[in-house]
Each structure stands twice: as structure tokens, then as C-alpha cells.
């Protein structure tokens, strides 16, 4: 039994490791190029959520085509938060866009909370329990269709950055915002569609992420976090690193989980906090997206 | 007096220099007399026990907000996991009343040093982070401990709490919290003054505006910085042990709430981070805000919605603070308003 629960472990590892990755890259971005911290991240990922769950219950769209609208919604969110709220104190101290994200949060898991209510609520599509198995192994249809749409989209979101003008736009005001400036970037625009690509990505993580889960409005702030100890395992604003730190963390987690059940986020924490004692700049320190 | 003398003249002065001379000294004996006020409170005619409850949960935010303002204000690290030491200070507390049959002050004391101890520990090494990274340390670090309380039965009764003896004789408790309160943050003012007057308060600043610089000059920054942590960690872990017994229960989710940190950092801006005065003005006027806008717009629920869009107006329009508006260094306008904008955005 001992050695089913391990391999159903890794396999669980690997199936999340795609997940994290999606909700982390977007964290990544934002921090990257803005140099903030997105502590709303999770809260976009919870309505993105939401979004799907309201579209399957109410009008029945399938949680896979959903995906994209979801996306959409939650990308003309964010660039409009970007563009007329957070870009208003983009370069005050730390302290102010730290605290102006964390108020964004609490403000939207309130709101969400007051309409939708706290319940756990679930997407049941009619194939949600398919799987198949290997061995002993289960392996569900949507965790692995979820896995993979996470690497295609992780996938894109490198192609647009390194091959489009507008992604090439978006590094260079990360690496030096007066020289992309020089060059005829936009600053505000550029921004604004930085932070609306991460609440999208975060949104699309929380669709992928209803399908599998229950969901609550208070769901988010966990990813927050783990986004957050993903990039400092993987290192700032690249993208084979935040992959190779979601699976790393995604292993950490889930046999935590098995092992120690009750202090499954203190342990994750921990491995933080002890991160950033070793290293303390993060294990890349890289301070822009490449 | 010429410029030469001006030259000569000594940086430091002593305590009554000018002290009540213009605009600054009527400020100042204003707030004495409000301290006096609040001095006298508890015996005054209309002092029922919901006022006397509010003040006593103001005057324990007001000393957080300063123990905060020392790590967050003067050394410009953003502690973002000061409930962890008001956790600390109300568990041991509360474990010493209960596990050891200490009576309250020594019990007081040793969660205290337990809050302070911990911060020693913790910021050896997390003070070496920077920016973000220090911030979501601190909060990583918060989270764990209400966690590791919560999850730790048989030491700390995890979900069924400690329940602490009620204070005797009863019916004096409202009155004995409420000046243990205003003593803990007329204290932490106090402290804050003399700090400031030290060779400590100097490092706190020089830290905040240059690190490296004050490093090269010859400042202890660590210790500096440790100490910074260790006081607002006294600070924070009083006020927990006050409250632990106030409430007479301690419950991990009650005193690790990520609120009571972001409380006592949005009393501090309010008031204005790096003053001295800023904090424990700044409780109050979080607790009024609060307050007002919970009376015009009665719907409890989205209680958590108007500090977050309080939080948010604050950040964008006054992040220094109310204190430059009420000492008159600038006066109320939409061009005051719009200033920080005009600085920050892009």
C-alpha cells in the first residue's frame, strides 16, 4: 500500500505541477516587469473561477469552453485595475502597491463572499469522474487535460513574448523602462497589458482549476502564496524556471500532504522562508522577464 | 542671531526647549490634553462599557501601530507578520496563567520575551531580506505559526482554545484593561521618543534611507535592524498578552488574524509611518473611519469591503499620511490630494 500511495503521489505531483505553473507564470510576469507584488492574484483566479462555475450551472457550458471566456472577462479586469488604479502609484515605495494589492484582494473575496456566498460549490460535468488507470494508479481525464492546456498556455504566452512586438515591448520596459520608453513603448498601455495578461492567466488557472477542485471564495490566497514561493524556488521572470519550481514545490506539497496532513501550508512555507535564508535574492534573482 | 551662531548651535536640545511655542507646541498641548482626557476617562459620567471597550481595542491597535511603526517607519522594512508576535504574546500568556498558575503579570512578561525572543530568532535571518522578499517572509513566517498553534493540540488545545481565568474582582476589569492599555501605548510612545534620542534611532533612519551607506558608516545595521524587529515584537506581544486575558480565551484563528496586522500597519499610515505621534493618532482615526463609513453604509457583511476600499483610497491619495494635514506642513486641497498621483504613476 505503502508504495501505491508513493507513485500515486508522484503522479498527483506531476498532474499539479501543471496547474501551479499556469497560476505562477502569470504571478511572474506581473512582478517581473511591474516590480510588484500581486497579492490580488488569487482573488482573479477565485472569479475566474467563479466564472466558469456560473457559466456550467446556469446556462450549461462546458468548463473546457468556458476557458477562454473566463480569460477574456478577466483580462479587460485587470488591464482596466492596471491602467486606472494601480498604475496611479506604480513607482511609490513597496510598502503602497503591497498594500493596495492586498486590499484588492480582500475587497474582491469580500464582495464574492457577500453575492456568491462561502459554500465549497463544484463543477460536475457528466465525464468529471472518468479516468483511467496505470497499474493502480488513477489518473483522471480532466487533471490530465487540465495539465496539458496548462503547458499550451504556458507555451503561448513564450511565443507571444519572445516572437510578437508587442511581447518584445513588454520585456523591454522590464528591462529598462526609460530606454523602452526612448524607443516609442507606452508605458501605461504596456503595463495595463502586462498585469491584464497575468489576471488571465490567473483566471484560466482558476477554470482549469474548478474542474478538478471545489471552490470557494476564499480559495485564492493559497495560490497567491504558492506563486509566490514558486518563483523564489525557480527564479524571477524565466519561464523553465518557474516550470521546474512548480514541479519541485508540487512535490514538496503533495507528500507534506500525505505525510503531514494538518501542517500541509506550514511546511510549504517553511521551505520558503528557508529559500530565501540560503539565498536570499531568490535562487535566480533575475529582475526582469527573459 | 547671526549665521555663525546658528552654525553653533547644538543639534540636541533639552525636553522643554520650546516645547509649547507655535503651531507645533499647540498641537502638543493638545494632545496632552486629550492624554489627560483619556487619563481621566474610565471616571467621567458618560464612560459606559461599550466606550470603554472601544478605547481599550483603539489604545491596544495605537500600540501595535507603534510597534510596528519601529520595523515598518523608521527602518523601512515592510513587516508584513506582526500578528505572529501578538499570537505569541497571547499564547504565552495565556499558557503561563494556565499550564505554569502564574498570576497575570509575570505571565504578561514571559509571553512578552517569548514574542521578543521569537523575533530575535526569526529576524536574524529573514532581516537580511530585502523589499517583497522581506515582506512575504514575514507573512509566510505569520501564517505557519497560526497554523503550528492551531494544529498543535495537545500543547496549545488547538481548536478548543485556552480559556483563561476571569480578572478578579470583576467588576473593575473593564477599568484595569483600559488603563493597562493606555499605559502600554503611552509607553510605547514614550519609548519611541527615546529611542529616537539614541545613537538607535539614527541607525533606525539611516537604515531606511540608505542601508549600504549607514553600513559603511560604521552603523550595527544588523543589530540595529534586529532590534527594530525585537521591539515591535515587544510591543505587539504586550497587547496580545493584555488582550489574551481582556478576552479571557485564546484562539489561533482569533490572534493570528493577517487583519490585526494590516490594522496596525493602516493605523500607522494613517497617522503618518517615521513619527512619533503618527501611529497612535492614526488608531483613532482608523477606528472613526471605520466606524462612520459602517454607520452610513450598514450592511455588516461587507465590513471587510470598506477596509479594503479605506486601504485603497489611502494608498492612492495620502500614503504619508494625515499628519502633514493636521500639523498644517500642507493644507487639504485636491492639488494635496493629486500630489502623490502626480508623483508615482507612469
Redesign the interface.
Known amino acids: 500500500m505503502e508504495s501505491l500511495q508513493f507513485t500515486q503521489g508522484i503522479v498527483n505531483a506531476i498532474l499539479l505541477s501543471g496547474t501551479l505553473a499556469l497560476v505562477a507564470i502569470g504571478f511572474s510576469i506581473v512582478?517581473g516587469i511591474l516590480n510588484i507584488?500581486n497579492l490580488a492574484h488569487g482573488a482573479f483566479l477565485m472569479v475566474g473561477a467563479y466564472i466558469t462555475y456560473w457559466l456550467f450551472t446556469l446556462y450549461g457550458i462546458d468548463p473546457f469552453l468556458s476557458l477562454p471566456i473566463s480569460m477574456a472577462i478577466m483580462f479587460v479586469v485587470g488591464y482596466l485595475v492596471q491602467r486606472y488604479?494601480i498604475?496611479?502609484?506604480?513607482?511609490?515605495?513597496?510598502?503602497?502597491?503591497?498594500?493596495?494589492t492586498?486590499?484588492?484582494?480582500?475587497?474582491i473575496?469580500?464582495?464574492a463572499?457577500?453575492f456568491w456566498k462561502g459554500d465549497l460549490r463544484s463543477v460536475t460535468p457528466d465525464y468529471a469522474g472518468l479516468g483511467f488507470s496505470l497499474g493502480n494508479v488513477q489518473v483522471p481525464y480532466v487533471r490530465l487535460a487540465a495539465f496539458f492546456i496548462s503547458l499550451i498556455l504556458t507555451g503561448l504566452l513564450h511565443v507571444f513574448m519572445t516572437y510578437t512586438k508587442t511581447g518584445n515591448a513588454i520585456r523591454a520596459t522590464g528591462m529598462d523602462i526609460d530606454a523602452a520608453r526612448l524607443q516609442g513603448v507606452r508605458?501605461?498601455q504596456t503595463?495595463a497589458l502586462t498585469y491584464a495578461l497575468g489576471t488571465a492567466l490567473a483566471a484560466g488557472a482558476g477554470t482549469l482549476i474548478s474542474i478538478s477542485f471545489p471552490i470557494d471564495p476564499t480559495m485564492g490566497g493559497a495560490y497567491t502564496?504558492r506563486a509566490?514561493v514558486i518563483c523564489?524556488l525557480g527564479g524571477l521572470g524565466s519561464i523553465p524556471g518557474v516550470m521546474m519550481g512548480s514541479v519541485v514545490f508540487a512535490f514538496i506539497e503533495v507528500f507534506s500532504g500525505i505525510w503531514f496532513p494538518?501542517?500541509k501550508?506550514?511546511i510549504a512555507?517553511?521551505v520558503?522562508?528557508l529559500v530565501?535564508?540560503v539565498r536570499?535574492?531568490?535562487i535566480a534573482g533575475k529582475a526582469f522577464y527573459h | 542671531m547671526s549665521d555663525r551662531e546658528k552654525k553653533k548651535a547644538p543639534l540636541q536640545y533639552s525636553l522643554f526647549d520650546g516645547l509649547f511655542q507655535g503651531r507645533q507646541g499647540v498641537l502638543l498641548g493638545l494632545f496632552t490634553l486629550f492624554l489627560i482626557f483619556l487619563a481621566i476617562f474610565p471616571f467621567l459620567s458618560f464612560a459606559s462599557g461599550f466606550w470603554l471597550n472601544t478605547l481599550t481595542l483603539i489604545l491596544l491597535l495605537a500600540a501595535m501601530a507603534i510597534g510596528w511603526n519601529f520595523i515598518?517607519g523608521y527602518t523601512g522594512y515592510?513587516a508584513?507578520g506582526n500578528v505572529a508576535f501578538f499570537g505569541f504574546g497571547a499564547y504565552g500568556t495565556g499558557l503561563s496563567m494556565t499550564k505554569l498558575g502564574l498570576s497575570f503579570f509575570p505571565s504578561l512578561l514571559i509571553g512578552a520575551l517569548a514574542a521578543m525572543l521569537f523575533a530575535i530568532v526569526m529576524g536574524l535571518?529573514?532581516l537580511?531580506?530585502?523589499?517583497?522578499?522581506f515582506?512575504?517572509?514575514t507573512?509566510?513566517?505569520a501564517?505557519?505559526m497560526g497554523?503550528?498553534a492551531d494544529?498543535w493540540t495537545s500543547f496549545t488545545g488547538g481548536a478548543a482554545g485556552i480559556t483563561l481565568p476571569f480578572f478578579d474582582p470583576i467588576e473593575w476589569s473593564g477599568q484595569f484593561f483600559y488603563y493597562m492599555s493606555l499605559l502600554l501605548a503611552v509607553g510605547g510612545l514614550l519609548l519611541t521618543w527615546f529611542i529616537l534620542n539614541r545613537k538607535m534611532g539614527y541607525s533606525w533612519i539611516a537604515i531606511r534611507e540608505d542601508e549600504d551607506a549607514a553600513n559603511m558608516m560604521g552603523i550595527n545595521t544588523t543589530w540595529a535592524k534586529v532590534m527594530a524587529f525585537a521591539l515591535s515584537a515587544l510591543m505587539a506581544g504586550l497587547a496580545g498578552g493584555i488582550y489574551a486575558y481582556w478576552k479571557t480565551f485564546v484562539l489561533a484563528e482569533e490572534v493570528f488574524k493577517i487583519e490585526y496586522t494590516?490594522q496596525m500597519?493602516?493605523a500607522a499610515?494613517l497617522g503618518g509611518?517615521g513619527t512619533i505621534f503618527g501611529p497612535f493618532i492614526g488608531a483613532f482615526i482608523y477606528y472613526i473611519l471605520i466606524t462612520l463609513l459602517v454607520f452610513f453604509l450598514p450592511?455588516g457583511?461587507?465590513?471587510?469591503?470598506i477596509?479594503?476600499?479605506i486601504?485603497?483610497l489611502v494608498?492612492?491619495f495620502t500614503?504619508k499620511g494625515l499628519m502633514d494635514f493636521i500639523s498644517g506642513r500642507k493644507k487639504i486641497s485636491i492639488n494635496s490630494l493629486l500630489e502623490?498621483?502626480r508623483?508615482?504613476?507612469?
Do not use: C
Open positions: 512582478w507584488i488604479l498604475n496611479m502609484v506604480i513607482r511609490a515605495p513597496l510598502l503602497v502597491t503591497f498594500l493596495l492586498f486590499a484588492l484582494e480582500i475587497v473575496i469580500n464582495l463572499t457577500f508605458i501605461p503595463y502564496l509566490f523564489v494538518s501542517l501550508d506550514a512555507l517553511l520558503l522562508v530565501l535564508i536570499p535574492s531568490g | 515598518g515592510a508584513f535571518p529573514i537580511r531580506l530585502k523589499g517583497h522578499y515582506a512575504i517572509a507573512v509566510a513566517i501564517t505557519a497554523e503550528i494544529s494590516l500597519i493602516l499610515v509611518t450592511v457583511q461587507l465590513h471587510a469591503t477596509l479594503g476600499t486601504i485603497i494608498m492612492v500614503p502623490n498621483i508623483t508615482y504613476r507612469v
